[in-house]
């Protein structure tokens, strides 16, 4: 049976499952995978690596869960990320823009950091002031690239930050192309001010602890079983 958060979202919820094997009807075998890594108050995380399951049944784990969640009357769209909204669990990256004149004593720079699928920015509503989302089709042997929001672009990525490139972690890191720029929305307060985030593609970041985010048509409270 499928839960969610049931804090007023205005059209939001973060999905979770009880029983896996109900509503979404996903199980191949190994067990039950969300692990224990739950948190009602912010929504329920899946775990597949608790259950044992690999990185390439954890991946096909995602899609289906993605696609059958896409397919749950009374919801309107889902996707997954590291984090869910307007929580403490944010990762941090550490980029080195390309061509960007650090100062003395400074090799990188920081900024809070999600991974999340193609569905994220069009569930949430997030719109791209340039460039564009990830794509459906990408792949872990794609050209790798992330997406920042318009704090992190207007001070390391002018003038036009589409299409330069960003190296993750030190020097040795990967390099990825910046494919895209959203508006700076909120990450952990409304009455925050404006901070620097960078978004990487799950399908070229893989992790094993997702939360699945939804839009749904309604109130998220009717969504919950009685």
């Not at 995978?33 to 009602?40: A, I, T």
């Not at 790798?144 to 207007?154: G, K, L, M, Y």
């Not at 192309?177 to 009455?191: C, H």
């Not at 901070?195 to 990487?200: D, G, H, P």
Request: with cysteine; net charge negative; aromatic share 8%.
């Amino acid at each position: 049976a499928v839960t969610m958060d049931t804090r007023p979202r205005s059209g939001f919820g973060v999905l979770g499952h009880r029983h896996v094997h109900g509503h979404l009807a996903i199980d191949d075998g190994c067990g039950d995978p969300h692990g224990q890594d739950s948190n009602w108050d912010n929504g329920f995380r899946f775990d597949p690596s608790a259950a044992g399951y690999s990185p390439e049944r954890t991946r096909q784990f995602y899609e289906t869960l993605t696609e059958r969640a896409q397919q749950t009357p009374g919801i309107k769209s889902a996707a997954l990320t590291s984090t869910a909204p307007m929580t403490f669990d944010l990762g941090i990256q550490t980029l080195i823009p390309e061509g960007y004149d650090f100062p003395e004593g400074r090799e990188n720079v920081e900024a809070f950091s999600y991974t999340v699928d193609h569905h994220y920015f069009e569930t949430f509503g997030v719109p791209m002031i340039a460039g564009r989302s990830f794509l459906a089709t990408a792949r872990a042997d794609s050209p790798r690239v992330a997406i920042v929001n318009e704090a992190f672009a207007r001070e390391y990525l002018e003038p036009n930050p589409v299409g330069k490139r960003v190296r993750l972690g030190d020097k040795n890191g990967p390099v990825v192309e910046i494919v895209g720029v959203t508006v700076t929305g909120k990450t952990m307060f409304l009455i925050e001010p404006p901070v620097q985030v960078v978004y990487l593609p799950l399908t070229q970041n893989p992790l094993t602890r997702m939360t699945l985010i939804a839009e749904t048509h309604g109130d998220p409270a009717a969504m919950v079983p009685t």
